[in-house]
């Protein structure tokens, strides 16, 4: 075997796969870089509007913009039942666990139904001794159907849970989402966004009326925009429209 032959095979070898992998880690660091914008990237007028009423922006703004449609689903349990009512957990397990997806699994994924469809919400997990939760459909969070877990103590104690079952879809063809900047850029131009308000996250979704009233639901594709002292607006991903948890929808802002 004429070893130095190999051996300069070899070399070129590992060269072309240190070539290849560092192509690949690249592709990856700008796929992430290009995932997001910051409040730079929204228009004059709006950023004006901010520096006016200190309006800040501290959340990482998406740019995806994927072709989606609404959602149709119903509740498993008539309102009034076990949906609404807070369950033990015997015996309590270590609040640690919500920060990983496996060790939650492992630990409560025998006790929670269909735990595995829910992901974690870090900014919408505002409430004392709690942690939220939202049902996730074709990928993506379904802001009106939660998870909570109450915890005291360093221990998760109990949970109550919004079970659904999605049913086909029955409106039309699948659109391009608004971008997140126009959505922000909405949100402040028509003076939804009172002074001082920090926005701490902007995330896609779907939402809906929120309220199980009706054995059908239908939640359209929406951004999330949370705000720092934990007031949500939903704008809706096709029309533009803007609501709360609280309101189907909003007028904007009146001037002082």
Do not use: C
């Amino acid at each position: 075997m004429d070893w130095g032959r190999a051996k300069t095979v070899l070399i070129v070898a590992f060269f072309a796969l240190n070539i290849v992998l560092g192509y690949q880690l690249w592709l990856e660091w700008r796929e992430r870089i290009d995932s997001t914008v910051d409040w730079t990237s929204l228009s004059v007028e709006a950023r004006q509007i901010m520096q006016e009423k200190n309006i800040r922006i501290e959340a990482k703004i998406p740019t995806d913009t994927p072709s989606l449609r609404d959602i149709t689903y119903k509740q498993q349990v008539p309102s009034g039942t076990a949906v609404d009512k807070r369950i033990a957990i015997e015996p309590p397990r270590e609040t640690r666990i919500v920060f990983n997806n496996k060790e939650l699994l492992q630990a409560l994924g025998d006790v929670i139904p269909e735990l595995a469809r829910y992901q974690f919400d870090y900014y919408g997990s505002a409430g004392e001794g709690e942690y939220a939760f939202n049902r996730k459909v074709e990928g993506l969070p379904l802001f009106d159907a939660k998870l909570i877990l109450y915890y005291s103590e360093q221990k998760i104690q109990g949970y109550s849970q919004d079970l659904i079952e999605t049913l086909p879809s029955e409106g039309g063809p699948d659109q391009k989402v608004l971008p997140a900047t126009q959505a922000l850029t909405s949100l402040i131009l028509k003076k939804y966004l009172p002074a001082g308000a920090a926005v701490k996250e902007v995330q896609l979704g779907y939402h809906g009326q929120g309220i199980f009233n009706s054995d059908t639901q239908v939640a359209a594709p929406s951004w999330r925009v949370l705000l720092e002292d934990g007031g949500v607006f939903y704008v809706n991903a096709a029309s533009g429209e803007v609501s709360t948890d609280k309101e189907t929808s909003l007028e904007p802002l009146s001037e002082p």
